[in-house]
């Protein structure tokens, strides 16, 4: 056994020495410099590759600027570490400790790295495209080491910062750098330093801490041991790749041959169109698209597409269209480059127009226009186009659109202006909205005998149409977003009804491409087309007027008779039109009763008194007998109050509609914090309305009774609601699709049509983890929306919602309402995700696999148990929704029939913020609560009215879906800006201020 020992002994020595030995002579893959590095330019998925790029760094050195541009050794740059107090007391004795270290005078000397040369990291991005503000740029190590900034670090440093730069030579000679090129001895490279410009009080360029902490912001602070600022610790060495995180819609590019991609170029201004065809028929006008897609050809090939003119009988003026770009013969293009034959018929140019960009020098885009003399033959027509321009040169052709004027009974009016006009608003261009905006003028005069009808029409090629690229269509005071849409290799053509406003005489449609705070979207620009029709016979709209609620007393509409007259978009005085219709209102039999009309003089109601005892409602026609059961409406100012019926808490609050309530004798509660109980009894025989005006409990908070009124007069039918935007930072700015909101977060936006909308935030330089979020608006009521740069809330997978049992049911995700029905394709976050639907009363958890990948089905199969949850909240009374689905209750209620898992759970109340959380129920786990605390915001009422009545109201530039007269509540405090839209007038009137618990009004007349 001894001699055994020994001999084991010995060869773990020999192994020692000869591992040892290994050491010496071979540096570990990890510690062996980077001698290539890839840029990559990411979509906004954070997964398309737009553009990609490998370089050695030899190709950095002899193809790219070095810096310093010195490069001789005479500037040496310092990096500062972290400030210990030992350090600080001897350097700064007696001082208070500050561990920023303003004066950059600790802890430098073995930061100091020396005469080094590399490249900018700024040239590195130009090499895949480029950034645009609000991307961000990664620079990542092999290991894995990553640092992460905006763009504007890269691009516009702070002089104290300098530019970032990826070296690959090193001129100090230590053992923490080594020495020379990557590929001589500089073991750390490449390496990620920076080039300070400033200096310390004794010449060096130091980057240090303090310059750190002016230059960015705090999310991007490196803390050594999380304890001690330290600038040196963003200096990421052994750099492989650099990775730009775009804000770039998937759709709008690929994969790139890794020769750095292509993209397009930034900054266009628009020009004017030129009108040409124009008269009037008795006729319609046609727009057909040929079929066949983009196409790439090159000198002496020919595209092929196909027209389907099936539809079009007795045509009497037709002009073809074709649309080219991309011609790389630039500015040797020419219009005699294409030849067209349609259906074996050779075309003769019309007319050739070409935008070759501001230097003459970008892409060409050109449009082709061909008089068609012959007949239109119906049918599917065959189109040939001939490329002949110079040797090698090539270009994209979309394929074009047939402009028809077709015989018909209808008198039709029509206006033409064609042309090839690229326009694309880039801020860091210079080129702002206004500049990238093309126009079409159309100056003739309308005639306007009788009913007419007036349509814009939009042809343009390359657009986008989405919360990155955005597009608006513009007639006079009508705007449109996104309508140009079909996309970046696509023909779109955007149709609007414009007939409001029209008018008589020097018309203009405008089309722009729209920033905010970025690159708006690219379009080229090729046709407008005005065209003024007899209307239908039917075209006086019944849908138009607001629904009415189902209560007698209160259904009624203002006669136009009752308003005073007021000059054209300016705002109505006060007192005259609330005399009239408190008058009105107050003649109605139970508001009358509960409600006497103010004294004249005074500002509002009398001290409050006892409210009397309801009576029946008289009625001068025999009663019928006294049915078991009737509808009962409750409307109080404010709204909200809980509704307790007979000593029993329904579980609603107002405004409330009660179906069925027996007849007979009832007791009436309305419970509202801060304003006292209401209490009464009465006898309720037929449908009936109570309307009640709710005493504060603070003197200083007055109901405005004209609200009261207005509520009892419009019901409880809404077609607009409202979200409460907030963010993990105060003030930032709101988009609600694409169109930027008055007032930063956080923010109650109300009046915003029910439906699916894009909301979208921006502040500065942070990158929030989502920056656009969809949400589904809810008529009357104010739905959460919460935007964070802390993590969460990623949507990165896109997955086929599959449930044959639920087929057509509505779906949620993650608790919030999709808008769409089973089957359906919704986007999920990569963990934890689940899908809701409400079916038969029963609110449904399915957990979505996290091993369903990006494009892949889940089926719903397995029903999950059900289970109660008791939702509560301070105050009481407010509505609950779970996974988005309305429960119908307000808190404090007990939800049955839900299913373990997860749920979100949303609680929302008139005049406070609302909040939404979400609970995990475990199987066989009962009983669970959730609770919420609510917060008021002030807030005021917004009543819209005009003569005549009926006519369409938007906020915010959108269509709200309400028509006048409408009284908006919950209104945040603020100016805004109200247009109202009639038959053939609209009027838009400035800076309508909210004032807290008043009600604004707006009153407009429109030409009829």
């Given at each position: ?12 020595a020999?192994?020692?020495l ?5 050491a ?8 062996a410099?980077?001698?290539e590095l ?9 997964e398309?590759?737009?553009g990609?790029k ?7 050195r ?11 050794g ?17 350097k ?6 500050d ?25 590195l ?7 645009a ?7 990542k190590a092999?290991?894995?080491?990553y640092k992460k900034?905006?763009?504007?670090y890269?691009y516009?440093?702070n002089p ?7 070296a690959w030579?090193?001129g ?11 590929d ?18 004794a ?7 303090w ?9 991007y602070w490196?803390?050594?041991?999380n304890?001690?600022p330290s ?14 995180h ?7 590019g ?6 750095g ?8 201004e628009?020009?004017t169109l ?17 079929d066949?897609?983009?196409?790439n ?6 595209a092929?597409?196909?027209?389907n ?12 269209y074709?649309f ?13 480059d294409?030849s ?7 075309l003769s140019?019309t007319?050739?127009y070409a935008d070759?960009?501001?230097e ?6 050109e449009t ?10 119906a049918?599917?027509?065959?189109l040939d186009v001939?490329?002949?321009g110079?040797e ?6 979309y394929?074009?659109?047939?402009f028809?004027?077709?015989?018909e009974?209808a ?16 801020p860091d261009?210079?080129v702002?909205?206004e ?6 003028e159309?100056?003739?005069?309308v ?5 007419i ?14 919360d990155?690229?955005t597009?608006?269509l ?15 290799e696509?023909?779109s ?20 491409s ?13 046709l ?5 029709s ?7 709209p019944?849908?138009?007027q607001?629904t009415a609620p ?8 203002l ?16 007192g005259?039109?609330?005399s ?5 209102l107050?003649?109605?039999?139970l ?8 004294a ?12 009397p ?7 001068p026609f025999?009663?019928?007998a006294?049915?078991e ?5 409750i409307?109080t ?5 809980q ?15 009660l ?18 109980s209401?209490?009464?009894t ?8 109570v309307?009640?005006?709710?005493e ?19 019901g409880?039918?809404?077609r607009?609601?409202?979200v ?14 694409g ?25 500065d330089?942070?990158s ?14 104010v739905?959460?929306?919460?935007f964070?740069?802390y993590?969460?809330?990623s ?8 449930a ?10 993650n ?7 089973i089957?359906a ?16 009363g ?5 957990p979505?696999?996290d ?8 089926t ?8 109660t ?5 301070t ?47 475990p ?5 669970r609560?959730?609770?919420?605390t ?21 906020l915010?530039?959108?269509n709200?879906?309400?028509v ?16 109202v ?5 609209s009027?838009?009137?400035e800076d309508v201020?909210?004032h807290?618990?008043?009600?604004a009004?707006?009153e ?5």
């Amino acid at each position: 056994m001894k001699s055994m020992h020994s001999t084991t002994a010995r060869c773990l020595a020999v192994t020692a020495l000869f591992l040892f030995l290994v050491a010496l002579i071979a540096v570990p893959a990890s510690a062996a410099p980077t001698t290539e590095l890839t840029v990559t330019k990411l979509a906004s998925d954070d997964e398309t590759v737009l553009g990609q790029k490998t370089v050695t760094w030899e190709w950095m050195r002899d193809n790219l600027p070095n810096l310093p541009k010195e490069g001789g050794g005479e500037t040496t740059y310092y990096n500062q570490g972290p400030i210990f107090d030992s350090a600080w007391e001897k350097k700064h004795p007696g001082e208070d400790y500050d561990y920023w270290n303003p004066t950059e005078d600790i802890n430098l000397d073995y930061k100091d790295y020396g005469e080094f040369k590399g490249t900018d990291v700024k040239d590195l991005c130009e090499l895949v495209g480029g950034v645009a503000k609000g991307d961000m740029i990664e620079i990542k190590a092999r290991d894995g080491m990553y640092k992460k900034w905006p763009a504007e670090y890269v691009y516009s440093p702070n002089p104290r910062q300098g530019p970032m730069v990826i070296a690959w030579y090193h001129g100090k000679e230590d053992e923490g750098h080594g020495y020379g090129y990557i590929d001589e001895g500089f073991s750390n490279g490449m390496r990620l330093y920076f080039l300070a410009e400033t200096t310390n009080d004794a010449g060096m360029h130091v980057w240090g801490n303090w310059d750190m902490h002016e230059s960015w912001d705090e999310e991007y602070w490196y803390f050594y041991n999380n304890e001690l600022p330290s600038a040196s610790g963003s200096s990421v060495y052994h750099v492989d790749r650099i990775i730009i995180h775009s804000q770039i819609d998937p759709s709008q590019g690929g994969s790139s041959s890794g020769d750095g991609g292509s993209f397009r170029p930034h900054g266009f201004e628009g020009a004017t169109l030129t009108p040409t065809l124009h008269g009037t028929v008795n006729g319609s006008i046609s727009l057909l698209q040929t079929d066949g897609g983009a196409q790439n050809i090159t000198s002496g090939e020919t595209a092929h597409f196909t027209l389907n003119t099936t539809t079009l009988e007795d045509v009497e003026t037709a002009r073809l269209y074709l649309f080219g770009t991309n011609n790389t013969a630039k500015d040797e293009a020419e219009k005699g480059d294409l030849s067209a034959v349609l259906d074996s018929q050779g075309l003769s140019l019309t007319e050739y127009y070409a935008d070759l960009g501001p230097e003459n020098d970008e892409p060409a885009v050109e449009t082709w226009c061909y008089d068609l003399k012959a007949a239109v033959p119906a049918g599917n027509l065959s189109l040939d186009v001939n490329y002949r321009g110079p040797e090698e040169a090539g270009l994209t052709l979309y394929g074009g659109v047939l402009f028809a004027v077709v015989r018909e009974n209808a008198t039709t009016t029509y206006w033409v202006a064609e042309g090839a006009d690229a326009i694309e608003a880039d801020p860091d261009a210079g080129v702002d909205e206004e500049a990238a905006t093309s126009k079409a003028e159309f100056a003739e005069e309308v005639m306007r005998d009788g009913d007419i009808e007036a349509r814009v029409y939009s042809v343009v090629t390359g657009a986008c149409g989405n919360d990155t690229y955005t597009n608006a269509l513009t007639f006079h005071d009508g705007e449109w977003m996104n309508l140009l849409n079909a996309g970046e290799e696509k023909i779109s053509i955007g149709e609007a009804e414009v007939t409001p406003y029209l008018r008589p005489v020097e018309n203009t449609l405008a089309v722009s491409s729209v920033s905010y705070d970025e690159r708006g979207d690219y379009l080229e620009n090729r046709l407008a087309v005005l065209v003024v029709s007899d209307a239908e016979p039917e075209a006086t709209p019944t849908t138009a007027q607001t629904t009415a609620p189902p209560t007698v007393q209160t259904t009624a509409t203002l006669p136009p008779t009752t308003l005073p007259e007021v000059g054209d978009g300016e705002d109505a005085q006060e007192g005259d039109l609330w005399s009239g219709l408190l008058g009105w209102l107050h003649a109605l039999p139970l508001v009358g009763s509960l409600f006497p009309a103010p004294a004249a003089g005074t500002d509002g109601p009398a001290a409050p008194t006892p409210p009397p005892v309801l009576e029946p409602v008289s009625t001068p026609f025999p009663a019928p007998a006294l049915p078991e059961s009737a509808p009962l409406t409750i409307i109080t100012a404010p709204a909200g109050a809980q509704v307790v019926l007979d000593g029993e808490y329904l579980g609603k609050i107002t405004p409330a509609r009660l179906e069925d309530v027996s007849t007979g004798t009832h007791s009436l509660e309305l419970v509202l914090e801060g304003y006292r109980s209401y209490e009464t009894t009465f006898d309720l025989t037929e449908e009936t309305d109570v309307t009640i005006a709710l005493e504060s409990t603070n003197p200083n908070t007055k109901v405005d009774p004209d609200g009261l009124d207005l509520l009892a007069m419009q019901g409880s039918d809404l077609r607009s609601g409202g979200v409460y935007v907030a963010a993990s930072d105060a003030g930032a700015t709101i988009y609600i699709d694409g169109r930027k909101i008055d007032g930063m977060t956080p923010k109650v936006v109300n009046g915003l049509k029910e439906g699916r909308h894009k909301v979208k935030i921006k502040k500065d330089k942070i990158s929030y983890n989502v920056d656009t979020k969809e949400v589904w608006v809810v008529a009357g009521k104010v739905v959460p929306l919460y935007f964070s740069r802390y993590g969460g809330g990623s949507m990165d997978r896109a997955v086929t919602v599959e449930a044959p049992a639920y087929k057509g049911k509505m779906c949620a995700v993650n608790g919030h309402a999709t808008g769409k029905k089973i089957p359906a394709k919704v986007k999920v976050p990569p963990l934890t995700a689940y899908v809701s639907l409400c079916h038969n009363g029963t609110y449904l958890s399915f957990p979505i696999s996290d091993r369903v990948e990006d494009g892949g089905t889940a089926t719903l199969d397995d029903v999950p148990g059900l289970t109660t949850l008791r939702v509560d909240s301070t105050p009481g009374g407010a509505e609950v929704f779970i996974d988005g689905f309305a429960t119908g209750h307000a808190t404090p209620a007990l939800i049955e029939n839900i299913s373990y898992g997860r749920h979100g759970v949303m609680v929302t109340k008139p005049g406070y913020l609302p909040k939404e959380d979400e609970v995990f129920i475990p199987e066989r786990i009962d009983d669970r609560a959730i609770k919420f605390t609510l917060d008021t915001y002030a807030h005021g009422g917004l009543y819209v009215n005009s003569t005549p009545a009926g006519g369409r109201i938007y906020l915010y530039g959108k269509n709200t879906g309400e028509v006048t007269p409408h009284l908006f509540t919950g209104m945040d405090i603020g100016k805004y800006s109200v247009k109202v839209v009639g038959r053939s007038d609209s009027k838009t009137v400035e800076d309508v201020m909210i004032h807290p618990d008043q009600v604004a009004t707006c009153e407009v007349r429109l030409r009829r």
